[in-house]
């Protein structure tokens, strides 16, 4: 059988909580795994402020014949007016779950981080360089953030598509 | 999309023996047998599918080389597994990349036809949306 790897969102102190394997994440002002209009509505982002940054990693469920690597990551491009979205890959270490040298999720502005828009298809980021072949590991960390201005409009933000990929052997 | 591979591989050796592998069992690329083979070929496990037939003959001193590459979307939930075939030799990959709907791109590591099939996969997730469905 070929590999299968899924997404999870990592929570807590140093990101060392792992969620169940989710297939989306919502941005709020808390930090959990949620994925619900519920989620969503307990917890908004006020303009002017941060969401709690996101830290994602993909776990192996399957372990592939060889390797998994290559792993790369990419929006459409664009978003909606005065609300920035801004990614941070490839941080900690991959291996076995839940990795190592995640940071604590936070509304604190990240650092050394990118406009997630400017990672496309035709300019994809890099998740992660490493290759991986071991049940249950994971590979670094994708941090995302929400940075709504204080000219935001209120109300909901308009449902991005987020896109990854990886090779297998 | 199912996670078994939609090929399997046959490889012509050297010698003119036929070997087929299952190419998500480990150990299928043995580094000996590779060096080898000097005709590769992906044979679609489905006949009736429009994964193509793929047939690269090994130049001398190459080795065939084969990889899929999963792209997912997340909330828009598409899963797409492609593949990719072809040779190495004096550190170069020379790759063709293989579609479901029986396209073929060559010459890169990075195929343009897979990004149009995402975007696709993703306007229609959007419209969906737009629809209330």
Known sequence: MAASLSLRVYTGTNAATESAAVT????ISADNATNSLANRQANPVSVGTNSFSKHLRLKID???ANSVSNFKFWTDGTGQANVGLRAKLAQGTGGATPGTGGTTPSATALTGDVDAYTLTSGAKGTWDSASYSTLNHVTKEL????????????GNWTQETFNYSYDET | MSDTFEYIAELQLNDGSLVQVNLEER????PERLANTRVFTLLPKNIDSKWPLFRVNIPEGAKPIFKSRMSVGMHAGYRLRVYA?????????????????GA???STDDPTILDLMTHALNDAWRQKIADGR
């Open chain 1, 24 to 27: 989306g994440i919502d941005f």
């Open chain 1, 143 to 154: 941090q995302l953030q929400l940075q709504p201005t204080a000219s935001a409009a209120a």
């Open chain 1, 62 to 64: 399957t372990a592939p």
């Open chain 2, 27 to 30: 150990g299928w690329a043995e």
């Open chain 2, 85 to 101: 075939a072809g040779w190495f030799k004096d550190g170069e990959s020379h790759w063709t990349w293989l579609f479901p709907n």
């Open chain 2, 104 to 106: 073929m791109e060559t």
